[in-house]
């Protein structure tokens, strides 16, 4: 029921959007594109996938025995899950596929993709809070944004340096929240504890993972602007490094279907200075498209997994039954 009410959401807003715009115009606006920048962004997608699995890929311990394919498929089956969940939850899963071929304790793979997402919302809000810094044309509304995000960022690093903040932020939170979420919250501080036991003792791998992940993101930023040279359209790559990443973090907020609709309203609506809603409209297309090809690309690996998980799963039955025989 939640993920139809979100794709409502979704269609609603979607509907609003292209009653405000030119249909023709819209795909005036495709026609006229430009044939290699848009190459050139769409084929981003593969390096910036590649590096995100070497980053997972460095994130396990060489004990665990994950390959670089291997690690290639996780993120191409989570980015399946990412299309139908909310907040880039499916994400998550990658823990569960792990511990599930053996590469990991439950808790440790845990941890690893906490501390994944982590560095991505972290590197995200980098490039936003800097970006929103130096962009010259902010009004109430962005200097308002900017302290979110810069104070959003803060906490951020607090919560992966201080162990103890951490687990006063969580113990806080825990109070107010209903139970249910409260069992979830629990479960996190135990594994946010353990992802720091595990990256502060080595410096060193600490930095590798984190400068790679600001990398990864200034990527995605950078595919973006790509996208919109490709529009024939031009904003400065310092403005898009404040406005782009608002508009990812809109499409974070549980509220739609993988971000369709709250994406494409903050692209139409924070780069207004710069070209029409048609243009817009037709970024926040090119955006959503970052999303569905590694989604479509990872459509035979999630099928795989869950064919593995059920077989495990009827594996593990025989056995609790066959120990319950002998038991009796």
Request: hydrophobic share 55%; aromatic share 12%.
């Amino acid at each position: 029921m939640k993920r139809l009410i979100s794709l409502i959401v979704s269609l609603l807003i979607l509907a609003i959007i292209y009653t405000k715009i030119d249909g023709l115009g819209l795909l005036a606006v495709f026609q006229n594109c430009h044939r290699l920048w848009m190459a050139i962004a769409l084929a981003m997608v593969v390096p910036l996938t590649m590096l995100t699995s070497w980053r997972l890929q460095q994130l396990t311990p060489v004990s665990a025995g994950l390959g670089f394919m291997q690690a290639n498929q996780l993120i191409l089956a989570a980015s399946v899950l990412n299309m139908v969940l909310p907040s880039k939850m499916g994400d998550l899963a990658k823990a569960y596929f792990m511990r599930d071929r053996g590469h990991l304790s439950g808790s440790l793979a845990l941890s690893l993709v906490v501390f994944e997402k982590a560095c991505d919302m972290l590197s995200l809000l980098l490039w936003c809070a800097f970006g929103l810094i130096v962009y010259p044309q902010k009004d109430g509304l962005f200097w308002l944004m900017t302290a979110g995000v810069t104070g959003g960022l803060i906490v951020g690093i607090f919560l992966l340096s201080y162990r103890q903040f951490a687990q006063l932020f969580f113990a806080g939170i825990s109070r107010i929240a209903p139970k249910k979420i409260q069992i979830k919250l629990d479960k996190m501080r135990f594994s946010w504890g353990e992802m720091h036991d595990y990256f502060w003792r080595d410096r060193q791998q600490l930095i590798k993972i984190t400068s790679t992940s600001i990398l990864i993101w200034f990527g995605h930023l950078l595919q973006i602007w790509f996208f919109i040279l490709a529009l024939n359209a031009s904003v400065p790559l310092l403005a898009n490094l404040a406005l782009s990443p608002l508009a990812i973090l809109a499409g974070l907020m549980p509220l739609t279907f993988a971000g369709v609709g709250t994406r494409d309203a903050a692209l139409i609506l924070f780069y207004q200075p710069y070209f029409d809603p048609a243009t817009g409209a037709a970024l926040g297309l090119l955006c959503t498209s970052r999303y569905l090809i590694p989604a479509i690309a990872g459509l035979p690996f999630l099928g795989q997994y869950f064919a593995t998980m059920k077989i495990n799963g009827k594996i593990s039955g025989k056995i609790n039954s066959n120990t319950s025989s002998k038991n009796l």
